[in-house]
């Protein structure tokens, strides 16, 4: 008998996590959770909604594991923030992992963290907790990386570190040997070659439209 998973949240990120858990994975989803003063619908996804503080009456932790889908908000506290409070009242957080990520043999996945399809980790990485690995990341030789941490589809270098709360993001780069401080917000396509300080911001490379229609561009060698 599949155990129950109930997922905390009800936005794109709950959607994702509900699809990964039940495409590939041994739980079956009961439901979803919100703090009742955010809960503003029966149903979800077509399965019921509670209100966490009925929850906690109603489902006892023997009966069922708990996943916190909540995004980046406020560079990831708030997720962290209901990570501790529902591990506090006792629930297990799952976490889950692809069985197309590569990982190194004797990788321990913390509680609460997601590893999509395609990640690739090496060996003697270090990955805390409540940490979100979206699809197509590659994690270096000996790279570490902190707690409620959030890399979207991105490259870490190898020796490199991530601080706790950090989101990097899609197809941004951190070199290798250079260690990043929490909090950090690294925008998408930014290149991180030197070390950085705790609460910085990294806006990421942005291309700008040319003067020129693209009706004028009658030579492009893209497909033959």
């Known amino acids: 008998m599949k155990r129950r998973l109930y997922i905390f949240g009800m936005q794109n990120f709950a959607e994702m996590a509900h699809y990964l858990f039940s495409q590939e994975s041994d739980y079956e989803i009961a439901g979803f959770l919100a703090d009742a003063q955010y809960l503003d619908r029966s149903t979800f996804l077509g399965l019921p909604t509670i209100a966490y503080e009925r929850f906690k009456e109603q489902v006892t932790p023997e009966d069922a594991d708990l996943f916190v889908a909540i995004g980046v908000g406020k560079i990831n506290t708030l997720r962290a923030q209901k990570v501790d409070e529902i591990a506090a009242a006792g629930y ?5 992992v692809s069985p197309s990520a590569r990982l190194p043999k004797g990788l321990a996945i913390g509680p609460n963290t997601m590893i ?9 990485v270090v990955i ?10 590659r994690i270096a030789l000996k790279a570490s990386i902190g707690d409620h941490v959030w890399i979207t589809s991105a490259v870490i270098g190898d020796s490199s570190r991530v601080g706790d709360f950090t989101f990097v993001g899609l ?7 250079v260690n990043v401080g929490s909090h950090n917000l690294i925008g998408a396509a930014a290149l ?4 950085t300080r705790d609460y910085q911001v990294f806006r990421g490379v942005k291309s700008s439209a040319s003067a020129v229609s693209s009706l004028r561009l009658r030579n492009i060698e893209i497909i033959r």
């Open 92 to 96: 297990r957080l799952a976490s889950f």
């Open 116 to 124: 999509m399809d395609q990640v690739n980790i090496h060996p003697q």
């Open 128 to 137: 805390g907790r409540n940490t979100v690995i979206w699809s197509n990341s």
């Open 171 to 177: 197809n941004a780069t951190i070199a290798p040997f």
């Open 192 to 195: 991180i070659s030197k070390d």
